[in-house]
C-alpha cells in the first residue's frame, strides 16, 4: 500500500510539472518565448494519447485515478502493438499502390459480428428528437442488414419541427496508439457497394471533419436509388457527383471532396415516408475508371465573398 500510494504521488507530480503551460509549446511560436497563455496547447485523456476535438472546457471535470488508467492502457498494449506491427508490415511490403482501370478495392465486407461493430447505428429516438428506431444486424445470408422503422411524427416539446431518420456510419478509421487517419482515395473514382434494397432512396455520407469547428459537421451527400424485388445490385456512385452539405443544409459555394480526408462513411434512412424499411449491404468499396475524367459535375459562379461562401 505504502508503496502504491508513492508511485501515485510521484506520477503525479511528474505530469503536473510537464502539463504546466510553460513546459507546452504553442503550436504556431517561430521561436522560444514566454508568454501567460499559450496559443494551443494538447490536452491528455487516457493512457494512450488521444486528440480531444472540443478542448478541455466541453469536459467534466471529475476527478481522475492515473493508477486505473495506467492499467487499462497496459490492457490494451497488446492489440495497438499488433496494429503497429501491421501498418510497418503494410508499409514497406505494399507502398507505393499502384491501380489499372478496371480495379477495385473491397473496404468493408459484412459477414460476421465483428465487422458490423465497426460500425455505429443510431435514430432520432436515441436522441429524443423522434420516434424512429433501427438496427445493423447479420443474417441469414452472412450479410448486413440495415432496417427499422421511419416515423415522421415529431415530439410535442415546442421546438422540433421535423423529424424522422435512421442513420448508419463507420468508426473513424485511426492507426494505432489512438492516431487519427483518414480513408485516402485519391486513386479512385467511384463508390461502389453490392445492395439489396426495398425501394427506398437513401442518402450516402462522406464526411472530411476537419480541425476547425466550423469543419466538424461537412459532409458529402448523394443519393443511392435501390430497386425492390429480390435481386441484388451495383452502385456505382462517382466522387465528383458528392455535393457539399453541413448540419442539413446544402452549401452555396460547392468544392470537390478531398479524396484524401475522408474520415467516416456513412448511410442514412430518411424523408417524409414512414414505415419499415431495410437494405442488406454485401460489401462497400471504391473503383477506378480510367475513362472517368470529371473532377466536379457541378456549376459554380464567381461571386463576390460577401455574397456566398463567407
Known amino acids: ?102 480495379d477495385s478495392e473491397i473496404v468493408w465486407t459484412f459477414d460476421t459480428k465483428e465487422k458490423l461493430n465497426k460500425w455505429v447505428c443510431t435514430s432520432d429516438s436515441d436522441n429524443k428528437d423522434g420516434f424512429s428506431h433501427c438496427e445493423f444486424t447479420l443474417n441469414n445470408n452472412k450479410k448486413g442488414l440495415f432496417s427499422g422503422y421511419l416515423d415522421c411524427r415529431t415530439p410535442k416539446d415546442g421546438q422540433i419541427k421535423e423529424s424522422g431518420y435512421c442513420n448508419i456510419r463507420c468508426h473513424r478509421a485511426r492507426k494505432s496508439f489512438k492516431r487519427d487517419s483518414f480513408f485516402d482515395w485519391q486513386m479512385f473514382t467511384h463508390l461502389v457497394l453490392r445492395i439489396r434494397g426495398d425501394g427506398r432512396s437513401y442518402m450516402l455520407n462522406l464526411t472530411t471533419t476537419g480541425y476547425f469547428d466550423v469543419m466538424w459537421h461537412d459532409i458529402y451527400n448523394y443519393i443511392l436509388f435501390t430497386r425492390g424485388g429480390p435481386y441484388w445490385q451495383v452502385a456505382k456512385i462517382p466522387f465528383s457527383k458528392f455535393f457539399l452539405s453541413s448540419k442539413g443544409r446544402i452549401q452555396d459555394k460547392q468544392t470537390p471532396i478531398p479524396l484524401d480526408r475522408i474520415t467516416h462513411v456513412g448511410i442514412t434512412c430518411g424523408g417524409k415516408t414512414p414505415g419499415p424499411f431495410q437494405l442488406e449491404i454485401d460489401y462497400i468499396g471504391v473503383y477506378f475508371d480510367g475513362n472517368h475524367s470529371e473532377e466536379f459535375a457541378y456549376e459554380m459562379y464567381n461571386v463576390p465573398n460577401f455574397i456566398v461562401g463567407v
Open 1 to 102: 500500500m505504502f508503496l502504491e500510494k508513492l508511485f501515485l504521488h510521484s506520477f503525479t507530480s511528474t505530469f503536473n510539472l510537464f502539463s504546466h503551460q510553460q513546459f507546452i509549446k504553442p503550436l504556431f511560436w517561430g521561436y522560444v518565448k514566454k508568454i501567460s497563455t499559450p496559443l494551443f496547447t494538447v490536452p491528455i485523456r487516457a493512457s494512450f494519447w488521444e486528440r480531444d476535438i472540443k478542448g478541455p472546457r466541453y469536459r467534466n471535470q471529475t476527478k481522475r485515478n492515473y493508477l486505473d488508467e495506467m492499467k487499462y492502457g497496459i490492457k490494451q498494449l497488446k492489440s495497438e502493438v499488433q496494429l503497429w506491427k501491421e501498418e510497418m508490415s503494410e508499409k514497406f511490403q505494399y507502398d507505393p499502390k499502384f491501380y489499372l482501370p478496371g
